[in-house]
RNA sequence: GCCUUGGUAGCUCAGCUUGGUAGAGCGAACGCCUCGUAAGCGUUAGGUCGCGGGUUCGUACCCCGUUCAAGGCUCCA
């Protein structure tokens, strides 16, 4: 582009004199090098025509490489894939775009067929809504990871959903992405919905007066929601919304030496929460993105990391810095389709610090401004639950039983009356059974054991009790275990102590529906 | 934003090629059955075939437009 108005050639327009241009790059919406250029009919030569953001991309250059635990880093192409295949497909996903999907992830279906979630054609796309079972999935989660970075340490607060873009503090970063935020008119005021915890915490950073001492002092916040207005096209059942629930904890720390420490920390707490939440080492791949300065003067910091992950990892390392980060890694989840999706990720942020005025005092009494960590131990919750029905998705494709997590079924242990003559004693029992903690309903409707039990297994729950003469009269039950269809007799004081073996330190939530089948609407999606 | 596919009963879908009184399964209501580990039987109620226009004696069906949705692409900061 010439820094020249004359050389703007008008063809036509259709309302008037075109009174002013605007023009605006992509980019972070926190990064610095992405800047708003605007062209007014004053004629005056802008002196930024040319914004950072596109010098930056046109030398923006990323190598791709694979790390090894040993660290040992080799070209992409030199890699041997053979028993890598995952990684194979993230590889050539991230750096060649590659991807071949035809049909519609099998989550989509799932998520309906369980009652967990449906799109809302009253709202926009994007914006789902979470039925009773969904609604008490979603919650446990998010009772789980915030339980777990508040053990780690990061302290919980609640930021506003919305920011008024033309607020001194949002100036500078807001109109980076107006077609990517939903937008409010309130009163004059043009608000806009967040769409990260990210300013929110830096706000409110910005409030403290922080002494080295401190440090490292880490905010978290599980934002319900935050909103990107992603293109209508590019949302995908529970993968991609527009709303969405995302933890996000911030760490500021006063030199790169801590905040390689803290990185490493959150790195094991994150694949923690992972696996607690039913996604194991397997199931993901990691990248690791770096600056080439970065890699050179903490190659050990890098190392380290691929080496916990235990397994060969995706590096892009950029020739020089272009985001507010100098390293970041994510985890990513291969989907039944192939597609990749991040889900833990953390960030060495060396920006905005400066740009919020977050400042501490360091042990000479000089003002500094923290290295921020960005970190978010599972990635958005919905995504878990995707990630969760996709892994259900391929166990049925490939013969075994579907499930869920136990700590997460809605329903745990549901119980058959044979006929209504045994309804007192489901009652009781059902009563004994809630009170320690176990999620149990009872099939109460008029219709065969053969097709009580087949609805059962479609809701893939995993503990059936079948309730007839012989268990009324005897001290044990008959327990059909969904994991091998066998039925086995257990006296109830075993069967607790089975089932709560298996939720042990995980939240618990009651029932969140009638506790009899026969009160129970049908939902239909 | 672009491309593709779709919108018929509460849900899933058939019917459209070749225009002629709207179909099934599931679910629901009612009744029968009273059952031992993956779907017992019957009856009944439920539809301006997304919306608008055109063609035709006549359109769910053909044509044009429109809208909404899903999926793909770009994208995912």
Redesign the pocket.
């Known amino acids: 582009m010439e820094d020249d108005s004359s050389d703007f050639e008008i063809t036509h327009s259709p309302f008037g004199w075109t009174k002013s241009y605007k023009i605006q790059v ?4 926190l ?1 610095e090098s992405s800047k708003v250029i605007t062209k007014d009919s004053s004629g005056i030569p802008d002196k930024e025509l040319t914004s950072d953001a596109l010098k930056g991309e046109s030398k923006i250059r990323s190598y791709w490489k694979i790390m090894s635990p040993d660290g040992n880093l080799v070209n992409i192409g030199d890699f041997d894939f053979k028993n890598h295949k995952t990684l194979e497909i993230l590889a050539k996903y991230e750096s060649a ?1 590659q ?7 099998p989550h ?1 279906a799932l998520m309906k067929k369980l009652g967990i979630s449906d ?1 809302e ?1 009253a709202s926009d ?1 994007g914006n789902m809504r979470f039925f009773p079972n969904g609604r008490l999935i979603k919650s446990l989660i998010e009772r789980y990871v915030t339980d777990r970075v508040k053990e780690y340490g990061g302290y919980e607060v609640e930021t506003p959903i919305m920011y008024d873009s033309e607020h001194p503090s949002m100036v500078s970063y807001f109109n ?2 107006p077609a ?1 935020q939903y937008n409010i008119d309130s009163d004059g005021k043009k608000l806009f919905l967040r ?1 990260a915890a990210c300013f929110g915490q830096f706000l409110m950073a910005n409030q403290y007066q922080m002494s080295y001492k401190n440090l490292p002092y880490k905010l978290y916040e599980l934002t319900r929601y935050s909103f ?1 207005r ?8 529970l993968r ?1 919304l527009r709303a969405f629930t995302m933890p996000d904890c911030h760490a500021f720390c006063k030199d790169m030496t801590q905040a390689t420490d803290e990185i490493k920390k959150r790195f094991e707490l994150s694949q923690s929460v992972l696996h607690e939440l039913g996604i194991d080492e397997s199931d993901y791949d990691m990248a690791i993105r770096f600056t080439e300065d970065f890699y050179n003067e903490h190659k050990s910091v890098i190392e380290e990391l691929v080496k916990k992950h235990g397994r060969p990892v995706l590096v892009e390392m950029w020739k020089e810095k272009f ?1 507010y980060f100098v390293l970041k890694w994510e985890f990513n989840f291969i989907d039944n ?1 192939k ?1 990749a ?1 991040a889900l833990s990720t953390d960030q060495i942020d060396v920006e905005n610090g400066e740009r919020y005025g977050i400042e501490f005092v360091d042990e000479n009494n000089t003002k500094k401004h923290p290295i921020i960590l960005h970190n978010s131990p599972s990635g958005a919750i919905e995504r878990i639950i995707y990630a969760l029905l996709e892994k259900a998705a391929k166990d049925s494709k490939e013969g075994r ?1 579907p499930q869920l997590p136990f700590w997460l079924a809605p329903t745990q242990v549901r119980i058959i009356p ?3 003559e045994f309804y007192d004693f489901c009652e009781t029992l059902s009563t004994k059974i809630s009170f320690n903690e176990i999620r149990v309903d009872v099939d109460d409707r ?6 009580r ?3 059962a ?2 809701e893939w729950i995993r503990y ?1 009790l ?1 309730i ?4 009324v009269n005897s001290e044990n039950l ?1 327990i ?1 275990d969904r994991t091998t ?1 066998k ?1 086995v007799e257990l006296s109830f004081e075993n069967f607790l102590n089975e089932v709560k073996e298996q939720t042990k330190g995980k939240p618990f939530s009651t029932l969140n529906l009638p506790k009899y089948l026969s009160k129970r609407p ?1 939902l ?2």
């Open positions: 992509k980019g972070h919406p990064a775009k991807r071949n999907a035809d049909v519609p992830p989509v799109y054609p796309s980076r992405f990517r769409f990107r992603e293109q209508s096209g590019e949302l995908v059942g991609r985001f389709l597609k999706s039983k044979l006929n209504e008029n219709e065969s054991i053969g097709k039990i087949s609805i297994e479609k059936i079948v007839g003469e012989k268990e008959s059909r269809g039925v049908q239909m999606v």
